[in-house]
DNA sequence: AAATATTTTTAGCCTAGCCTAAAAATAAAA
DNA sequence: TTTTATTTTTAGGCTAGGCTAAAAATATTT
């Protein structure tokens, strides 16, 4: 059996690991996990002795085909909850991160499969991340940051690579939730911030937003 | 904050005080919990400097007003939880206990309001047991054993007192789910044995089903 | 009341996860 | 290539929550 700890430790590495492939650094696990080195060191050991990652001294590390298993087992139920909490609870987008942190490592049999039986097999989370079938297979949709939009496009957002509360109550004000339609109007080329439209309003949303923010061109 | 070890401890004080009023022991605490005096002992020092019971060496520990607030929080919890379970993901009462034992512990604001609310704040969990309002008032309804009914009586089932899922299995197997009604045919002086009519079905019961199922008469 | 049995506590040890500080390995610069 | 900087690991400690064995307190017999 793992526990909460290590099954974080794996987590972690695999969200680093899929930005930049390759063998993950203490460093970057250390900080993406809000610890220090020494620790992560200390799990790293641990987690090669269990045989779910690949360790090397100095080296970096990778997830094992079982790590790798949990650590996308575990996004499953994280992103499964947070429709629960979303749909059938009733959260808000940006209220239901913590939760679906503690619930994604309850444990026993059947429950995710029930769970998912439940919502209807949802296909994206309430932030639009992919939500990974019961095998661990993904169905990533095409989509590209606001910034990319040039003047006159349209798009539908999709997604959000930023899930901070902050952020995602500001899109919500601004009326951007999932699904929200929006016209490219102008972009500065001084600060790269894009002026849009949405809906009747037009918003000026700076260069950290157009990073941000994913939509699908229409 | 509470640790959920913390938080079992306080719900098997609770426990064991609700059948056997009075200062809970050392030992009866350590058995509830499978584990040794000693630890035991540890604990109640630990829930002691918290505030969260009255503990006095070699005589016995009593919840605080606050340990009683967490207690009765985590049965409201756990109870909900259970109803989640078998109302919408379609688990058998018999299934539902360890997961309920691990929902129990999230934490977070509004998460128990929201559920209760989206259960249709039920006032019973799948095996009868009453669950507490947000304030921690309960709502006990007269129930009585199924051994106190004699020939001729009839009743409805209420509840359990045996939370095995063995119990529980041999139940449903009988047709005993919540709610439904048997008719007592004849006691057994020797053994205390109950012949029963559930529905069409005629079949005996043993002494120890009849201590533990309740029914309310009819 | 003394002896014995039982219960409870203390003492000391273990593991998982964290920490800081120091040492060692690797990478970069001179 | 030697020096310097950075990264990573090791060493040694800490806390929560367990354990066993021994000591102390309480309860029960004789």
Redesign the pocket.
């Known amino acids: 059996m793992?526990?909460?700890?290590?099954e974080?430790?794996l987590k972690a590495i695999f969200k680093i690991a899929e930005k930049e492939p390759g063998a993950v650094?203490?460093?970057?696990l250390?900080a993406e996990?809000?610890?220090?080195?020494?620790?992560?060191?200390?799990?790293?050991?641990?987690l090669s002795d269990k045989q779910l990652v690949v360790?090397?001294?100095?080296?970096?590390?990778t997830l094992s085909e079982t790590g790798n298993k949990i650590a996308t087992d575990l996004i499953r139920k994280h992103r499964l909850w947070e429709v629960f909490l979303v749909d059938k609870l009733g959260f808000a987008w940006d209220e239901v991160h913590d939760f679906a942190e503690q619930l994604e490592h309850i444990q026993g049999e059947h429950l995710t499969e029930r769970l998912d039986d439940f919502l209807g097999h949802p296909r994206y989370d309430p932030h639009g991340d992919p939500i990974p079938d019961a095998k661990g297979e993904w169905i990533r949709r095409p989509q590209t940051r606001l910034l990319t939009l040039t003047a006159g496009q349209r798009g539908i957002v999709t997604g959000v690579d930023d899930h901070s509360p902050t952020f995602l109550q500001y899109l919500a004000e601004l009326g951007l939730s999932l699904g929200a339609e929006l016209e490219v109007l102008d972009r500065t080329a001084y600060d790269q911030s894009t002026k849009v439209r949405i809906g009747e309003r037009e918003t000026v949303l700076s260069e950290k937003v157009g990073q941000n923010l994913y939509v699908r061109i229409i």
Chains 1, 2 share one sequence.
């Open positions: 793992t526990t909460s700890a290590e974080n430790y650094l203490t460093n970057a250390a996990m809000g610890t220090s080195a020494a620790s992560a060191t200390d799990m790293l050991k641990r360790y090397e001294k100095y080296r970096g590390v």
